[in-house]
T-cell receptor, first 119, second 111 residues
Framework: ETGVTQTPRHLVMGMTNKKSLKCEQHLGHNAMYWYKQSAKKPLELMFVYSLEERVENNSVPSRFSPECPNSSHLFLHLHTLQPEDSALYLC??????????????????FGPGTRLTVL | QKEVEQNSGPLSVPEGAIASLNCTYSDRVSQSFFWYRQYSGKSPELIMSIYSNGDKEDGRFTAQLNKASQYVSLLIRDSQPSDSATYLCAVNSGGYQKVTFGTGTKLQVIP
């Protein structure tokens, strides 16, 4: 596989469930990101990892828990979500960290996303 | 206060015409600018990136950046129905800050 992959592509879960979203990048990039995209809203950055170290956490509720075991894999663990958490969750990667000052290598490439529905 | 603004549209253009998409941003120290295309139900796909003032052309697409006026635009020449999508503008202000996305402009190319 090439590029950025995400699984599952669709997920329906109850408010008491625990599930995990998986992202894998095959580009040799050093930085990975989780975004949330809700209808009529801009993409919201949730978490940023650079070389497996978390560098950004934009006040995301603790019911979302990221994990980056290595530079190619990123997980988003979900528990006790709310219906308003229903959205498209996008993973992205870039060669270098966005804002690192190394332009042209901070371009983010997105995975296909996971459409999450919380009942 | 919105940091990246786009007209939500829809912007309708006839097939073969030039589509002009505009984006303004508020942070003067912004360094990197991106245009993404997003088809309904799909993820954003990078169209163009631009880092310095002026025009950057790639096929039918031209990105224009004017840092003094704080705007970036995307021109699509010879528009095709397959160009119908939402176009997202993204701006990076440097440091460890996030790339900020606009809400997107929906483009409709009428056959």
């Amino acid at each position: 596989e090439t590029g950025v992959t995400q699984t599952p592509r669709h997920l329906v879960m109850g408010m008491t469930n625990k599930k995990s979203l998986k992202c894998e990048q095959h580009l040799g990039h050093n930085a990975m990101y989780w975004y949330k995209q809700s209808a009529k809203k801009p993409l919201e950055l949730m978490f940023v990892y650079s070389l497996e170290e978390r560098v950004e956490n934009n006040s995301v509720p603790s019911r979302f828990s990221p994990e980056c075991p290595n530079s190619s894999h990123l997980f988003l663990h979900l528990h006790t979500l709310q219906p308003e958490d229903s959205a498209l969750y996008l993973c992205a990667s870039s060669q270098d960290l966005v804002g690192s000052g190394r332009t042209s290598t901070d371009t983010q490439y997105f995975g296909p996303g996971t459409r999450l529905t919380v009942l | 206060q919105k940091e990246v603004e786009q007209n939500s549209g829809p912007l309708s253009v006839p097939e073969g015409a030039i589509a002009s998409l505009n984006c303004t941003y508020s942070d003067r120290v912004s360094q990197s600018f991106f245009w993404y295309r997003q088809y309904s139900g799909k993820s954003p796909e990078l169209i163009m990136s631009i880092y310095s003032n002026g025009d950057k052309e790639d096929g039918r697409f031209t990105a224009q950046l004017n840092k003094a006026s704080q705007y970036v635009s995307l021109l699509i020449r010879d528009s095709q129905p397959s160009d119908s999508a939402t176009y997202l503008c993204a701006v990076n202000s440097g440091g460890y800050q996030k790339v900020t996305f606009g809400t997107g402009t929906k483009l409709q190319v009428i056959p």
